[in-house]
């Protein structure tokens, strides 16, 4: 549901959850995406990710669109899927989910059996995929909690930056059920089986400086400074190469899988098509007239 405006303007685009839990706009090529539940430390209900999931369907499809980039309102990130909202049994469940800060104070009716492996895939599991999959690059703004399925959007983005005191944490084991959301697929080839145990198995938790130490995130950088080094990395990919950064994203992504000549398949692909658009012109123009370039995404 976007629309078209002239430069600079700001519209809303895709699917806005109507709780006003995710909140969309677009200025100059940027998709913009809040998560905006701060009395829940913006943990995600199943509207929440429904929304997120078709504004990103929206936005894979959006010629007009340069970036993508999520954050969330107040002082944290995103504290993972809203379990309680969806999954909420007896008074006890829910009196130790509010001790968290993120439960409905009333229990609610349990959903039928098979209902969590039924929606996973097009839910959370969707969310990921499509952050993975979407040929726009993806920044995460990461301040304070950072946790579960909030944890796996900022590694499934292209560039995650956070502030130095965030906190991120894989809390399904402590909480007794099993990782989700790909944790168990992008930690051990982000960090290694050794350090993937530990955030998954033991719980540990990493600050914003040890997640970049990591290179779990692209960079950490202190509170005051969080905001004007996303908006330098967001404007580098907003005026970049579009197309030539998708498909980029798009080998990088695909080749984790596949065999060295595969790979090249890939790139010899993304090649023909790159060379093929008005920014590669401009590229070369730029270079050859020994200017700076100036791309138009297209």
Not at 130 to 156: D, H, K, N, S, T
Request: glycine content about 10%.
């Amino acid at each position: 549901m976007s629309t078209s405006e002239a430069a600079g303007a700001v519209t809303t685009t895709g699917a806005v959850d109507t709780a006003g839990a995710v909140e969309t706009t677009v200025r100059d090529g940027v998709l913009r995406i809040v998560l905006n539940r701060p009395d829940r430390r913006n943990a995600l209900d199943m509207a929440a990710v429904g929304a997120l999931v078709s504004t990103l369907e929206a936005a894979s499809t959006d010629d007009t669109l340069r970036v993508v980039v999520i954050e969330g309102t107040g002082g944290h990130f995103c504290s993972g899927a809203d379990w309680v909202s969806s999954n909420t049994g007896d008074k006890g469940d829910s009196a130790r989910a509010d001790e968290a800060g993120w439960a409905d104070k009333a229990p609610k009716p349990r959903p039928r059996p098979g209902s969590v492996q039924r929606r996973t895939p097009v839910q959370a599991h969707r969310l990921v995929q499509l952050l993975m999959e979407i040929q726009l690059p993806v920044v995460c703004v990461v301040r304070g909690w950072a946790a579960g399925l909030g944890f796996q959007l900022a590694l499934a983005a292209d560039i995650t930056v956070a502030a130095e005191d965030a906190q991120f944490w894989e809390p399904f084991l402590q909480r007794g059920f099993t990782p989700d959301s790909g944790a168990t697929w992008l930690l051990p080839r982000l960090v290694g089986l050794a350090r993937a145990r530990d955030l998954l198995l033991l719980g540990r938790r990493l600050t914003g400086v040890e997640a970049a130490d990591w290179g779990l995130i692209h960079a950490s950088t202190p509170t005051g400074g969080l905001a004007a080094t996303a908006a330098a990395v967001i404007e580098q990919l907003a005026t970049g190469p579009t197309v030539a950064i998708g498909l980029a994203k798009r080998s990088l992504n695909r080749n984790l899988e596949n065999s060295f000549a595969q790979a090249l398949e890939n790139e010899s692909l993304a090649l023909e098509l790159s060379s093929r658009t008005a920014d590669f012109r401009e590229g070369l123009a730029a270079f050859t007239t020994r200017r700076p370039p100036s791309y138009t995404g297209r």
